[in-house]
């Protein structure tokens, strides 16, 4: 199944990832693929829950901190920073005009 330009531009906006490459646009379309697996389950009859474990009790664990004072190394894992800030998400980059994506389609 191909993804229409319109598609694409639509998904890019919300998640602002970038599927400027043929690669971007194939594991797009093997993932809508997959997920279309899922209009094959017969759910007739089946209510709509709120959780797959609504039938049980969750029980809220104690916040023990443990370890602290990193702050440091974990700022060695980010993309971009801003002074002691993660920039969030990374991918807010300026997404290509909707003709410029019609190349990267075409070699899907």
Do not use: W
Not at 47 to 59: A, G, I, Q
Not at 76 to 81: F, G, M, P, S
């Amino acid at each position: 199944q191909k993804v229409s330009v319109e598609v694409l531009d639509h998904l890019e906006h919300l998640a602002l990832v970038d599927f400027r490459d043929s690669e971007g646009v194939e594991r797009l379309q093997k993932a809508i693929q997959f997920a279309d697996q899922l209009h094959e389950v017969n759910t007739d009859g089946v209510e709509p829950m709120v959780s797959v474990l609504e039938d049980r009790c969750l029980y809220l664990r104690e916040d023990d901190v443990t370890e602290g004072n990193c702050t440091k190394e974990l700022l060695e894992n980010a993309r971009e920073k801003v002074e002691e800030y993660f920039v969030a998400p990374p991918g807010n980059i300026p997404l290509p005009k909707l003709e410029e994506r019609d190349i990267f389609l075409q070699g899907s």
